[in-house]
């Protein structure tokens, strides 16, 4: 059993890694996307953070609601590969949706904010459920809450950081834009089907 626990643990973790990687990643390749609609000054940059800061918002709160109403990996394993078959749809549907929403609200702030909310919201938001999953999970006592919590985030943001490295100076200067997003798909579906399989390992040890 406590070896079950030890293999749990650095699950979660890894997937966190995976995941902050993946999310922060998405941010800076979302100016990608923006830039040649909207330009790449502030306005862009304050949309794309803006909206990355809400969906983080409102995944924190879902994400908090779900697991106490659903602790298992199964549900957590779901939200993620829904984030992924999103990040699959982008490359084929970014070009289409953000002219469509210039032509609704203009290429001013309004237009970025917009395409910024339909680029980026729902992969994010689903992908900031995970924090609130991994603290709920692996906190099986309050004795080292604190502890627990703070390695959560922190290991997310260790992800978060590598993430952002990663794709400004090796991805994004090497291969191309969707050729990125396809690839982060890839990693967050890959992590789904980690978190399924963790479920069911977790089932059969009763955990």
């Known amino acids: 059993m406590g070896s079950w626990h030890t293999l749990l643990r650095a699950g979660v973790y890894a997937n966190g890694l995976a995941i902050g990687f993946v999310l922060m990643g998405f941010e800076m390749l979302g100016s990608r996307y923006l830039n040649p609609y909207f330009g790449s000054g502030i306005v862009t940059w304050a949309a794309l953070i803006s909206t990355v800061l809400l969906a983080l918002m409102v995944g924190y709160f879902l994400g908090g609601w779900m697991v106490d109403k659903t602790p298992h990996l199964k549900l957590l394993a779901a939200l993620v590969i829904v984030a992924s078959l999103y990040l699959f749809a982008v490359p ?116």
């Open 92 to 207: 084929g549907l970014a070009d289409t949706t953000i002219e469509k929403l210039i032509g609704i609200a203009g290429d001013g702030s309004t237009g970025v904010i917009c395409a910024s909310i339909a680029l980026i919201f729902v992969p994010v938001t689903l992908l900031g459920t995970f924090s609130p999953f991994g603290v709920r999970l692996l906190l099986h006592t309050t004795t080292h809450s604190g502890r627990t919590t703070g390695t959560v985030y922190g290991v997310s943001t260790v992800g978060n950081i590598v993430g952002v490295m990663v794709t400004t100076f090796i991805l994004i200067p090497t291969i191309g834009s969707r050729e990125i997003t396809t690839l982060f798909a890839v990693i967050l579906f890959g992590s789904g089907v980690l978190l399924f399989v963790m479920d069911r390992l977790s089932r059969k040890y009763a955990l």
